[in-house]
């Protein structure tokens, strides 16, 4: 479903980390020829070109594994369907670092796939 609001937090944790660790989002905020997509935004980004574009994306690419992992078990849509779970996430987000970013698809695979639906 394309409403968010139908999707639970699992699922959208596990689309959130895929779009950021396959570069999607990085690339198509500037769009082709980085990527076929071309996000829908005021002007082309390169964030390839920002010195501290490296450090930054490893970073963010560190919280959404951590976020992903806690919201595993989130996996009826927010809106009051479901059984009731006491909130998995701890803030702040202590984000992932070193060799554990190159296996940011174990995380994926570690959390079964929710149903766009619900459990």
């Not at 980004?45 to 560190?62: H, K, M, Q, S, Y």
């Not at 951590?66 to 809106?79: D, N």
Request: aromatic share 6%.
């Amino acid at each position: 479903s394309a409403d968010i609001s139908l999707q639970s937090l699992a699922l959208r944790a596990k689309n959130d980390l895929r779009w950021l660790g396959t570069k999607e989002v990085s690339n198509s905020l500037y769009g082709p020829p980085l990527s076929d997509i071309q996000y829908i935004w005021l002007a082309q980004i390169n964030v390839t070109e920002d010195p501290e574009n490296d450090a930054n994306f490893r970073e963010a690419l560190g919280s959404a594994m951590t976020v992903a992992e806690a919201l595993c078990v989130c996996r009826a849509p927010p809106e009051g369907e479901g059984s009731r779970l006491k909130y998995p996430l701890a803030f702040p987000v202590t984000p992932r670092s070193g060799a554990a970013l190159e296996h940011w698809e174990d995380v994926t695979k570690r959390c079964p796939s929710p149903s766009p639906e619900g459990p």
